[in-house]
């Protein structure tokens, strides 16, 4: 299957390959949290389909006000990266379970953000190749 949808220009192969990041850490590792919305920020703004899974305290990402600061000395703020993000269509798949057991409100959700586990996941992945990262 995947030789079959290689065949063609590299540049417009690449560009039908979806980006699928997976991060499981939130603040208390804020460099991990930059490197992995800058490798998505990257993927969406070449325009190709991305989707970061959150889950564990990554989770706490996709609500509002949470995703603040810079993670170190030469590093772009988090914010302008959730912005970027955004902007360029990326989206926010967010683990159910770990959102709930949580406590946190769905209704405090950013707006490129949705609860799904991974049935969704492997929905928007579908036939398509895709390029997976996991922080």
Do not use: H
């Not at 959730?82 to 405090?108: N, S, T």
Request: proline share 6%; net charge negative; aromatic share 6%.
């Amino acid at each position: 299957m995947t030789a079959a949808l290689a065949i063609g220009d590299p540049e417009e192969v690449a560009m039908r390959t979806k980006a699928a990041i997976s991060l499981t850490t939130g603040l208390e590792d804020p460099e991990r949290v930059t490197v992995a919305f800058l490798v998505a920020v990257g993927a969406a703004e070449q325009g190709r389909e991305t989707l970061m899974f959150l889950t564990k305290e990554a989770v706490r990402l996709a609500t509002t006000d949470v995703a603040v600061g810079t993670a170190c000395d030469g590093c772009p703020p988090l914010p302008d990266l959730m912005d970027r993000y955004a902007a360029a269509g990326g989206r926010l798949l967010v683990c159910p379970i770990c959102f709930y057991a949580r406590k946190l409100d769905a209704d405090e959700l950013l707006k490129n953000a949705e609860l799904g586990g991974t049935v969704p996941l492997w929905q928007w992945i579908g036939e398509d190749p895709a390029t997976t990262f996991s922080y």
